[in-house]
């Protein structure tokens, strides 16, 4: 690439390949096109209930405060940001990154990106009322309009139940209901409020919610609430 293209450090060409750069304030440019130097950064959370997913960084109630500060404007990259977010009394998965592209593509609705959660309802759920939830969702639901949420359909969505515990049950509270009114949602949309309001279309009420997947990235179950990791390199191919 040096003897056969235009390869450029701080505007002058090189050709030596131990030619030393500084990764934080060099422009190295090959053809006249800038090329990035820090990789950009992935991380998964374990978002905390009580946490809100804002732009800006400070205060306990927002997630930056469970982040290392050395990482919120990181040199030479873009501001660390949210893909997506989390209401403030849903916990689970949430992907940081540095990466605007990486973001933007898995959060517009061409690529309807499922998502799961882990849910427990307030009433119990028997056979019948099972099979009538599977078969409701997968019709899709109309939801009324709410404050800051505009009237829609829902898109088909599927339930699969639980009647034990999951890998992910032991992180709530230890007095929460068990038979029946457990289940996993996977949805491929994220309109305000959804899942509570898909679940209060059909009479019942979320009273827990933990996202535990995005597309094929499955939650770390060792992460403690407000605990995250960077994501590895099979984990970023697998969201393509």
Known sequence: MLK?????????????????????????CVDGEPVKMVPDLYFMMNKR????CTSSEGQNTRIWADVDPKYLHPDGLGKLHT???????????????TDGLF??????????????????LRDYCDEKKRQDYIEAFAKGLYLEKEKHGAEFLSKPATIDWLD?????CNLV?????IDFNICLLTISEGKFHQVKRMFSAVGNEVIFLKRISIGNLKLDAS??????????????????
């Open 164 to 168: 034990g515990e999951n890998e992910y």
């Open 4 to 28: 056969n293209k235009n390869v450029t450090l701080n505007g002058k060409r090189i050709v030596d390949a131990g030619t030393l750069v500084d990764t934080r304030h060099d422009i190295l």
């Open 83 to 97: 893909v997506g977010r989390l209401d403030i009394d849903t916990e689970g998965l949430l992907i940081l990154t």
């Open 173 to 177: 509270s230890s007095n929460a209901k």
């Open 223 to 240: 992460l403690l609430p407000g605990q995250y990791r960077s994501l590895t390199d099979e984990e970023l191919e697998g969201l393509g």
């Open 49 to 52: 209930q009580g946490t809100v």
């Open 103 to 120: 973001s933007h593509r898995l959060t517009i609705p061409e690529f309807h990106v499922p998502k799961t959660y882990l849910v427990y």
